[in-house]
């Protein structure tokens, strides 16, 4: 059974910086494609960020290119979303999934972890 489960959000002030993990098992997370997805209030889920776990590759939304850093540590399955230069449109609860990038479906995810950038 995939499980996917995030920890890291919270709040921080605009400018601040927050990393999120998503410990992963169930699956062979070393050849997966994994991506963090974002859902801001009263708003449609967004696509972040995808990392391809085998080598590295990745990719990031424009909306966050420059600011967010997507990796993975496959010795301990675990992925990451170091978030820097944080502004309020960023708030939003961030979810952990697994495939994508787009138009690639995602087929697991996790609970979610709420970011709330404000002053």
């Known amino acids: 059974e995939v499980q996917l489960v995030e920890s890291g959000g919270g709040l921080v002030q605009p400018g601040g910086s927050l990393r999120l993990s998503c410990a992963a098992s169930g699956f062979t997370f070393s050849s997966s494609v994994m991506s963090w997805v974002r859902q801001a209030p009263g708003k449609g889920l967004e696509w972040v960020s995808s990392?391809?776990?085998?080598?590295?590759?990745?990719y990031y939304a424009d909306s966050v290119k420059g600011r967010f850093t997507i990796s993975t540590d496959n010795a301990k399955n675990t992925l990451y979303l170091q978030m820097n230069s944080l502004k309020s449109e960023d708030t939003a609860v961030y979810y952990c999934a697994k495939e994508g990038p787009p138009p690639a479906g995602f087929g697991s995810w996790g609970q979610g972890t709420q970011v709330t950038v404000s002053s």
């Open positions: 990392i391809y776990s085998c080598c590295s590759d990745t």
